[in-house]
Nanobody, 120 residues
Framework: QVQLVESGGGLVQAGGSLRLSCAAS????????MGWYRQAPGKQRELVAR???????NYADSVKGRFTISRDNAKNTVYLQMNSLKPEDTGVYYC??????????????WGQGTQVTVSS
């Protein structure tokens, strides 16, 4: 079992900032990718940003230059710093972790989601 605990969502005005955190714990041997996805009302879940264990990152075009993903491997934690927020960034943000569990099987776990609302 792998548990993901997300925090940091909330309500912010356009142009503001928020920082999301996601800590993974449980039956983890190693984590490769950690990422953030979001789902707006009536839309499909989409990738926002992800980072590998080696530090390689990729971002959705819509957030490039405004969002920064980072991770603390020692704490199995991933962060998403969101600056210059826009109303279209509104949605539920989900953390995703991919790796190997402690009995050698691939794992892919999702957090419970945290709401981000950006008012205009």
């Amino acid at each position: 079992q792998v548990q993901l605990v997300e925090s940091g969502g909330g309500l912010v005005q356009a142009g503001g900032s928020l920082r999301l955190s996601c800590a993974a714990s449980g039956s983890i041997f190693s984590i490769n990718r950690m990422g953030w996805y979001r789902q707006a009302p009536g839309k499909q879940r989409e990738l926002v940003a992800r980072v590998t264990s080696g530090g390689s990152t990729n971002y959705a075009d819509s957030v490039k230059g405004r969002f920064t993903i980072s991770r603390d491997n020692a704490k199995n934690t991933v962060y998403l710093q969101m600056n210059s927020l826009k109303p279209e960034d509104t949605g539920v943000y989900y953390c995703n972790v991919q790796g190997v569990n402690d009995i050698g099987f691939a794992l892919s776990s999702w957090g419970q989601g945290t709401q981000v609302t950006v008012s205009s």
